[in-house]
Nanobody, 125 residues
């Protein structure tokens, strides 16, 4: 089970940090990631991190602004979002790949094993 939190309303240029708390003992073996979905649009890959934390992958639209990380001792993944703009407004979903395959997450929503509930991020201009 994945529980996302940390969403909210922020002004353009501001920052937010999303958290994804996972249940289960095998968290350290999972690749983790984030997708988002804006109103009227398809789900969009945002970022992914490998089971070891040594590899990360970002969508071009967030590269240089967002940072994905993980803290296995807390069974938690994070998405630090900086320099937010109106295009970042969306529901953000935490996801996991149980095989630890970061590529499966980056390939798109069909490759994801588990989805958490979404957390709303709204950026006001």
């Amino acid at each position: 089970q994945l529980q996302a939190s940390g969403g909210g309303l922020v002004q353009a240029g501001g920052s937010l940090r999303l958290s994804c708390a996972a249940s289960g003992r095998a968290f350290s073996t999972y690749a983790m990631g984030w997708f988002r979905q804006a109103p009227g649009k398809d789900q969009e890959f945002v970022a992914a991190i490998s089971w070891s934390g040594s590899n990360t992958y970002y969508a071009d639209s967030v590269k240089g602004r967002f940072i994905i990380s993980r803290e296995d001792a807390k069974n938690t993944a994070y998405l630090q979002m900086n320099s937010l703009n109106a295009d970042d407004t969306a529901v953000y979903f935490c996801v996991a790949d149980l095989d630890g395959d970061i590529g499966a997450i980056a390939a798109g929503p069909l490759g994801v094993d588990y989805w958490g509930q979404g957390t709303q991020v709204t950026v006001s201009s």
